[in-house]
RNA sequence: GGCCCCGUCGUCUAGCGGCCUAGGAUACGUGGUUCUCAGCCACGAGAUCGCGGGUUCGAAUCCCGCCGGGGCUACCA
């Protein structure tokens, strides 16, 4: 896998890159990550960190690369500049490259031109031909100088791709492309062929939007004398518009994913199947299935719209499958960052036990906080629909009276005491437990909604709960006060 | 515009000539379970397999054309 540290690392990025790693992982290879950092304008080391720090949190170890080496360094291109030196200089000797003298502007004011005729813009070979006298008169005034291929003009560049099958361009449909930009430094057609070759890569698994990029490569293999490797073709993911997935869309970079507090098993798992199938019902998928039955073969040629909500539900599985002490160290940051410092009084197992409470219901770590906020915080209003349906009813401050009384003489504040406390105040009320239950939930949590009530007031604890009744009842009589019923 | 790729439920997909009156998942709807929600379980709705020709006893599956969508078209990768 060789991504360029020109912007965030992006999910497509990482489903290439899972898809590098499973091949490798699979058949036993082995996987290596390559920085292509020969854009000096674009490239920046913030980018390179998020790219390790993206593999390291998906779990995508690599054999060789940044920070654990390997047999085939260095990793970084922007340290492999005499390999593509070398390699541009023996095309040059072989007549197979050549100095290009024209300048950007130049170059971009006659494509415009190509353009605006509405022909397709090629390079027009101004200095393929250029006479030694011509040179020197460049060279003279200090012109700066890229190194163009000299592509040939007939014949044809075909490969077998490894997902498409046989793909075909005619070489008339190809221009003198760039090797070696004017700051020296190669352009990826170039440094991709010469490290691959150099890596001995043997599979090339890529994007679909870098087909066209292929038979120019080829064309290099071929002129360096080197073999080529085998290709692969992804489909494109898209965002909903079924254009290829972009920010506009959204966040689209993996660490986003971490922060909006999606799982790397979750990510994983869904974007392997984003483009292949094990050709079976199966959807959850660990990675040791992933690796066991990844193939080639069950890729997918069309492209696929990257749908978040399918995302949300598979992280929820994995959420809620994971074992307590994983989940709550995972859940705890997000609970810190959203709800600041907690207050001594809520001590580690309060913490926990609030976030557990929450495990089953949560389809993301973000969500934690606001499912458990009233576990930290009084309610300061209570839900409309709620207040309308339960606190509207006739006794319901003698209600909550009764439950706060009844938790107030439990010895043990255990769950099945409060239930059956909570139950006894139905009964002696001559009630279904149901309202009596709804009420002292909205009573104590603000809330319609939530864990069960037994369990989340055993949590809360007798002081807290007491509270909160005490404050429900008289939000319910002072506005009975205000409304008078008729 | 040119070149290249793609086209099965809204979405992700299974399907590689008969097992398909097209299967699974998600999202949606209904019911059940339960103190609510979530979950879980059951059921339902949802695709004339982009369209039109062919090949074949038989096509979602093979061939051709059309249409539609996308990608590329840089001294970015």
């Not at 926990?352 to 969500?367: F, H, K």
């Not at 864990?451 to 509270?467: H, M, Y």
């Amino acid at each position: 896998m060789a991504p360029a540290p020109t912007g965030r690392f992006h999910i497509g990025n990482a489903r290439t890159a899972l898809y590098d790693w499973l091949l490798a992982r699979h058949h036993g290879g082995t996987f290596i990550l390559r920085i292509e950092d020969t854009d000096r304008a674009r490239s920046s080391l913030d980018h390179v960190a998020e790219i390790l720090e993206a593999f390291r949190w998906l779990g995508l170890n690599y054999d060789e690369g940044p920070e654990v080496g390997g047999d085939c360094g260095p990793y970084f291109q922007s340290e492999r500049l005499h390999l593509y030196r070398q390699a541009a200089s023996r095309l040059l000797d072989e007549g197979k490259a050549y100095y290009c003298y024209c300048t950007p502007d130049e170059l971009d004011q006659r494509r415009r031109e190509i353009q605006s005729k509405g022909l397709a813009p090629r390079y027009n070979r101004q200095c393929r031909g250029l006479s030694p006298a011509d040179r020197e008169r460049l060279e003279a005034e200090g012109r700066p100088k890229a190194i163009r291929f000299a592509a040939p003009d007939h014949g044809a560049v075909a490969w077998q791709d490894l997902i498409r099958g046989a793909i075909e361009f005619q070489c008339s449909e190809l221009d003198d492309f760039v090797l070696t930009k004017a700051d020296g430094f190669p352009t990826y057609l170039l440094a991709c062929v010469v490290d691959d070759a150099a890596m001995a890569i043997s599979h090339v698994v890529r994007g679909e939007d870098l087909i066209s990029s292929t038979p120019r490569q080829i064309l290099i293999y071929r002129a360096l004398d080197l073999p080529a490797p085998r290709f692969a073709h992804l489909p494109l993911i898209l965002g909903p518009d079924r254009a290829k997935l972009s920010k506009r869309h959204g966040p689209v970079a993996v660490l986003d994913y971490r922060d909006q507090g999606f799982l790397p098993d979750a990510i994983v798992n869904f974007i392997a199947l984003l483009g292949w199938s094990p050709g079976d019902d199966r959807e959850r998928l660990s990675r040791d299935e992933l690796i066991q039955s990844f193939s080639l073969d069950g890729i997918g040629k069309s492209a696929a719209v990257f749908d978040i909500e399918k995302l949300s539900w598979m992280n929820g599985i994995y959420l809620r499958d994971l074992p307590p002490d994983q989940y709550l160290s995972r859940a705890r940051p997000f609970l810190e960052s959203a709800l600041g410092q907690l207050p001594a009084e809520f001590d580690d197992q309060y913490v926990a036990r609030a976030l557990l409470l929450e495990q089953e219901r949560a389809r993301t770590l973000a969500e934690l906080p606001q499912l458990t906020e009233f576990f930290f915080r009084q309610p300061e209003s209570y839900d409309e629909k709620g207040e309308r349906k339960w606190f509207g009813r006739e006794g319901a401050a003698d209600l909550l009276a009764g439950v706060r009384a009844a938790l107030d003489a439990l010895p043990a504040f255990d769950e099945p005491a409060i239930e059956a406390a909570v139950r006894g105040v139905a009964d002696q009320v001559g009630v279904k437990p149901g309202p009596v239950i709804h009420t002292t939930r909205l009573a104590v949590t603000g809330r319609t909604k939530g864990p069960g009530l037994f369990e989340l007031i055993a949590v809360l604890g007798k002081q807290r709960v007491s509270t909160r009744l005490a404050q429900a009842e008289q939000h319910i009589r002072s506005l009975r006060s205000r409304t008078p019923q008729p």
